[in-house]
């Protein structure tokens, strides 16, 4: 799994690369828990080569969603693979955690 953020208009754009499973899911946790995150009111998460997400990866972003609605940081995820998506629909995750069709509407959700 390789992670990587940018820096965009006071927004962080994470980008997933390969498989979110148990042991990445702790690089992860230590990407989201960085106080440095919570500077910024919107967290974007590009899905687009994340080919697998296991509990522990789900675990992790369900973890933060509390810590970041709290402090009124909107977690959006986009690109998202089908096979990711149906993940996260069948455990009705898609309810919960906002997940949208592509970067422009990442940005559009974001800034409402």
Known sequence: MKITQEIKENTVIMTLDG????????????????PEIMKYNKVLVDC????????????VFISHLQRFEDAQIKLIFFNMQDKVRNVFEILG?????TIVSDYEEARSVANE
């Open 48 to 59: 687009q080569n994340l080919d697998y997400i296991s509990s522990a990866g789900l675990g």
């Open 93 to 97: 995750l898609d309810l919960l955690m």
């Open 19 to 34: 498989e979110l499973d148990a042991s990445s899911s702790v690089q992860l946790d230590e990407e989201l828990s960085d």
